[in-house]
């Protein structure tokens, strides 16, 4: 990943030490009706993410995980704040649940379910400690340049998942290879860090998926789930059919991340700048098709407008220009068309536009013995964890721990 703030040197400090240093907090695009058929349930977790917080709660009410309504998916290290809809189910199911790192702070009724982005965006509050005193200007300033350019809208680790699979299963998805799915869902101990995993993931390649099975956490849902489809039909279609379709939309959405951020990579030094051909986003989310990028660019130093990247899709709206150029060769690469992410069976991919910059706002920092606390309100869709690793200049990953379960 590269950096917008290179120039400047980095604020050094621990990040994610604790859960409670990482704090998120959705804001709902509209106010709920308090009157429906959906109960919205505004939920605190902290260590897990959002599918096995929906989990936890699914099994504890016998609710079906496939019908429950979310805004987004949050990170799971951290304490973090979300809504969800379940329908038909009274809200006082949810008052009486006592559930591990799960907690149901209130509820409220409303007419629809909630939506993959329904949601105006989410609130930080970040607390760095160790951080010298000395470095604290450093971090003033990576604020003070990227208020000026945007900082970079990268997709970040946790889009891609522990052992950054989410994207190679999504290929194979779309590349309608079967065996190479579970192979990589399943297999490829190497980029296991869990020993118990990793064993299991070994057997799978050795033995054969009922040696797996035998191996394989049972916290692990999702794997075992698709070594139960596997050992019942064999590696291919039938067998993906049986896993849960949010994780498969999550892959293949992936990949969609994967190529927006090579596309980003490849045009960086240009991302806050305008080209001709570019689709650029007005800040009520209406694109268009940029043809005087001179006569623009004042618009995008004023934050009116920004270029934007592909989320590829069979029906996205194409760019023209040096930008179609680059897009149609980061497709090629991974041969690929856009007719590919017409994959069916509930999981095409029409395409969008993203901007490949954002803005935080409601910025403030305070410093006190050697703690950094970072305060910011980001757009839907943004990483904080891309616009801390413009302050700390660090490589390593920040979404994930070795804590995380």
Known sequence: MKFASADIPACKGTIKAANEDFRVFELPLYEFSGTGTHTLV?????????????H?????????????????????????????????????????LDLPRVKVLETTRHGNKLKRGHLRGNA????????????????????????????????????????GDNARCGLAILRADWQGYFDTMLGDPGTERDPETRDARAAYLEAGPAAALQLWPRRQNNERAALKAVLDFGANDKALRKLPQ????????????????????????????????????????????????AADQPRADAFEISPTGPIFGHKMLQPQGRELELESAVLAAEQLTPQSFDAGRGLSQKGDRRPLRFRAADTHTEYADGNLTLRFSLPKGCYATVLLREITKRGEDLAFSSHDD
């Not at 505004?42 to 929906?54: L, W």
Request: hydrophobic share 40%; aromatic share 10%.
């Open 246 to 293: 949010k994780l498969k939309l999550l892959q293949v959405s992936s990949v969609q991340s994967l190529l927006f951020n090579r596309v980003l990579e490849q045009r960086f030094e240009d991302y806050d700048r305008v080209w001709n051909g570019d689709i650029c986003r007005k800040e009520n989310g209406a694109d268009f098709l940029v043809t005087d990028a």
């Open 124 to 163: 930080f509050e970040i607390v760095m400690r160790e951080v010298a005193p000395g470095d604290v200007p450093h971090a003033a300033a990576t604020l003070e340049l990227l208020a000026r350019r945007g900082v970079p809208n990268w997709y970040d680790s946790q889009r891609f998942g522990r052992r």
């Open 42 to 54: 505004h939920i605190e977790k902290s260590g897990i993410g959002t599918f096995e917080a929906i």
């Open 56 to 96: 936890r709660i699914c099994q504890a009410l016998e609710f079906p995980e496939r019908d429950v309504g979310s805004a987004g998916l949050k990170d799971a290290r951290g304490v973090t704040r979300q809504w969800l809809s379940f329908e038909h189910t009274p809200p006082e199911k949810f008052k009486q």
